[in-house]
C-alpha cells in the first residue's frame, strides 16, 4: 500500500512537467508574434531569385569550397560544360548530320525570313550564325533549332515602320531593328534572372493558336507582292488592305513568269513535305527541297536570263562575318520609348513560341526544360545579335521538327548549322545574285501550314467555348485589325 502514493505523486509530478511545458510554448508563441521577424525586403527576394536562376545546377554543394561554387555558377550559366563532359564521337556523328540537314532547310529560309522583315538577305543569314552559337552555350533544350522566325519578321515589319519607312530610309529602319533586338534580349534576360516566367503565361494556349493562325494567313497574303513580282504594295498588314493592293497591283503591274516559276517550286515544296510525313525514313527530303528549289529556279533563271523578262531578282546579298552593329544602337531619339514597346512584345512573342517548341520536344525525350534557363539563354543570345547585326531570334518550329528527325542529341547541331551558314556566307553568297524573289514567297508560303493547328482549334472548342472564344478573338483581332490588335486581344481576354 505504500507505493500508492510515490505513484499519484510521479503522476502529479508528469502533470505538472506538461502544464510547465504548455506554459513555456504560450510564452515563445507570444513572443514570436509580438517580436515576429521581419518579411525579407525586395532587394533580398530579388537576389535570392537570381541566385535560384544561376545556381539551379550543384545547389548541393552551396556550402562547400569556392572552386566547387564557381563551377555551379557556370554550369548554371552555361549548361555546356555539364553535359559536354560525358559528350561521345557517337552523338557527334548525329549532331553532325542534323546541323547539316538542318543548315541546308535554314538558309534559303532565313533569306526569305529577312525579306519579309523588311532588311536585306544577308541579315537573315547573319541571325543564324551568332544567336545559335550563344544558345548551344546557354540553352538547355536538345532539339530547338535557333533562328529567325516568320512570325516574329511579320511582327518587325508591321510595326517598326510606323516609325520609320524602311523604303525611305533604310538604314534607320535597319537600327531601329537592331535597337529593338536589344531591348527584347534585355527584356528576356531579366524575365529570366528574376524568374518571371509566369509573364508570358499572359498569353494562354487557346489566344496562342488563334494568333499564329491569324498570322500565318497574314504573312501568306503578304508573299503574293513576291509572288506577283509587285513594286508597290500596302504596308498595311490587315486582310482587307493586302487584298486590296493585290487588286489594285494586278490591274497595273505583274509578271507571269514570276508567277509560275514561284507557283511550280511552291508545289514543289508541298509534295516533299507531303512525301515526308507519309514515308519518316524520307525526313531529309523536305528538309532540303528548299535549298534543292533556291538552286534549281538560280540556274533557271541564270541560264534563261529570266531576269530581264520581268522576274525579280535577289541581286547582291553581302557576304563575310558579322559586322558590328554596336555602333548603330539608338537610346537617344523620338523613338527609343517605341522600340522598347516592340522590344517587350517581341520578347513575350518570341519566348512563347521558343518555350512551347522546346517543352513539347523534351517531353518527347523525356527530359524537365527549364524555362527560365531558357529566358536567360535567349536573352543572352539576342543581347549579343543585336550587336552582330542579327535581329530577334527564336526556337523555329519547323527546323525543330527537322532536327528531331534528323537524330540530333545535343546542342551541338546548332553549332554545326552556324558554322555552315556562316561558310556559306563566306563562299556562295555570290552564287545567289540571280536567286528569284518568287522563290522566297514559295518557301515561305510552304513553311506556313505548321503554324495553322485546325485540330487544335476543333480541341479548344469541344473542351472549353470561352476559349475558343479567345482563340477566335485573337484569330480575327491579326487578320482583320492589325497585329498589335491581335496581341492584346490575346493578352485581354
Known amino acids: 500500500m505504500g507505493s500508492l502514493p510515490n505513484s499519484w505523486d510521479e503522476e502529479e509530478e508528469q502533470q505538472q512537467q506538461q502544464l510547465d511545458l504548455e506554459d513555456s510554448g504560450r510564452t515563445e508563441r507570444a513572443q514570436w508574434l509580438i517580436n515576429s521577424p521581419e518579411p525579407p525586403s525586395l532587394w533580398q527576394e530579388l537576389v535570392s531569385a537570381v541566385k ?53 532547310l535554314s538558309i534559303p529560309q532565313s533569306i526569305g525570313y529577312a525579306n519579309l522583315a523588311k532588311l536585306d538577305p544577308q541579315y537573315g543569314l547573319y541571325t543564324s550564325v551568332v544567336p545559335p552559337l550563344i544558345y548551344a552555350l546557354m540553352g538547355s533544350s536538345r532539339e530547338i533549332a535557333i533562328g529567325p522566325v516568320a512570325v516574329v519578321s511579320m511582327l518587325l515589319s508591321s510595326m517598326i515602320p510606323n516609325m520609320v519607312d524602311p523604303a525611305a530610309d533604310p538604314i534607320g529602319y535597319r537600327r531601329l531593328v537592331f535597337t529593338v ?35 500565318a494567313i497574314v504573312i501568306g497574303l503578304q508573299q503574293l507582292k513576291g509572288l506577283f513580282g509587285m513594286n508597290h504594295f500596302t504596308t498595311k498588314t490587315d486582310v482587307v488592305s493586302v487584298l486590296g493592293s493585290v487588286f489594285k497591283s494586278v490591274q497595273h503591274e505583274w509578271y507571269p513568269l514570276n508567277f509560275v516559276l514561284g507557283c511550280l517550286f511552291l508545289v514543289f515544296l508541298l509534295v516533299a513535305r507531303f512525301i515526308g510525313r507519309r514515308n519518316k525514313k524520307l525526313f531529309w527530303f523536305p528538309a532540303i527541297a528548299p535549298l534543292l528549289s533556291v538552286i534549281l529556279s538560280t540556274l533557271i533563271v541564270y541560264l534563261t536570263k529570266a531576269d530581264k523578262h520581268g522576274v525579280k531578282i535577289v541581286k547582291h546579298i553581302k557576304g563575310g562575318l558579322n559586322p558590328s552593329s554596336l555602333h548603330q544602337l539608338q537610346f537617344k531619339g523620338p523613338h527609343v520609348a517605341e522600340a522598347a514597346k516592340i522590344g517587350l512584345i517581341s520578347a513575350v512573342v518570341a519566348l512563347t513560341e521558343a518555350i512551347a517548341v522546346g517543352r513539347s520536344f523534351a517531353s518527347i525525350k523525356g527530359y524537365h526544360l527549364d524555362g527560365n534557363k531558357e529566358m536567360m539563354a535567349m ?115
Not at 74 to 83: C, D
Open 379 to 493: 536573352g543572352f543570345m539576342n543581347l549579343a545579335g543585336s550587336l552582330t547585326s542579327c535581329y530577334v531570334a527564336t526556337g523555329s518550329f519547323s527546323r525543330t521538327a527537322v532536327n528531331f528527325s534528323a537524330g540530333c542529341q545535343t546542342a551541338v547541331s546548332n553549332i554545326v548549322m552556324a558554322i555552315t551558314v556562316l561558310l556559306s556566307l563566306e563562299l556562295f553568297t555570290r552564287l545567289l545574285y540571280y536567286t528569284p524573289i518568287a522563290i522566297l514567297a514559295s518557301i515561305i508560303l510552304s513553311a506556313l501550314p505548321g503554324l495553322i493547328d485546325i485540330n487544335e482549334a476543333y480541341y479548344i472548342w469541344k473542351v472549353d467555348k470561352l476559349d475558343f472564344l479567345t482563340c477566335i478573338g485573337a484569330f480575327i483581332g491579326v487578320l482583320f485589325a492589325s497585329v498589335e490588335i491581335g496581341l492584346i486581344t490575346a493578352v485581354t481576354s
Open 181 to 215: 533586338t536589344f531591348f527584347a534580349g534585355t527584356f528576356q534576360a531579366i524575365f529570366g534572372l528574376f524568374r518571371l516566367g509566369f509573364l508570358v503565361d499572359f498569353l494562354s494556349h487557346a489566344a496562342i493558336v488563334g494568333f499564329m493562325a491569324g498570322a
Open 52 to 104: 535560384g536562376s544561376v545556381f539551379s545546377y550543384g545547389r548541393k554543394h552551396s556550402s562547400s569550397a569556392k572552386g566547387r561554387r564557381s563551377m555551379s555558377f557556370l554550369q548554371g550559366l552555361f549548361p555546356i560544360l555539364s553535359w559536354g563532359r560525358t559528350y561521345k564521337v557517337s552523338k557527334f556523328k548525329d549532331d553532325l548530320m542534323a546541323g547539316l540537314t538542318l543548315a541546308s
